[in-house]
Nanobody, 114 residues
Framework: QVQLVESGGGVVQTGGSLTLACTFY????????MTWYRQYATSRPMVARI??????TYAEAVEGRFTLSRDNAKSTTYLRMDNLKPEDSGLYFC?????????WGQGTQVIVSS
């Protein structure tokens, strides 16, 4: 079984920074790509994705402000968020796709005050 646990959310002022973490409990973490999403009222768009080989890609809205990395020794991905804006607020989830089954964490809340 696989379990994902997100952490690092909080309240920050506009222009501030946060680093979210997603820890993978399972085996063979290094073989899987990991994706972060942000929950809106009716959608959950992708924020950033990192391949097993470590190549990150980003949504246009966060390109240049967010940095996604992974530490395979700790089975954890880190989403560094800089120059935060109020529209970055939301519940952030990480996801992994294993053999056509998607696994989600419980999410971590980010609030950016103006």
């Amino acid at each position: 079984q696989v379990q994902l646990v997100e952490s690092g959310g909080g309240v920050v002022q506009t222009g501030g920074s946060l680093t979210l973490a997603c820890t993978f409990y399972g085996t063979r973490f290094a073989e899987y790509g990991m994706t972060w999403y942000r929950q809106y009222a009716t959608s959950r768009p992708m924020v950033a994705r990192i391949a097993a080989a470590g190549n990150p890609t980003y949504a246009e809205a966060v390109e240049g402000r967010f940095t996604l990395s992974r530490d395979n020794a700790k089975s954890t991905t880190y989403l560094r968020m800089d120059n935060l804006k109020p529209e970055d607020s939301g519940l952030y989830f990480c996801n992994v796709l294993l053999r056509d089954t998607g696994y989600w964490g419980q999410g971590t809340q980010v609030i950016v005050s103006s």
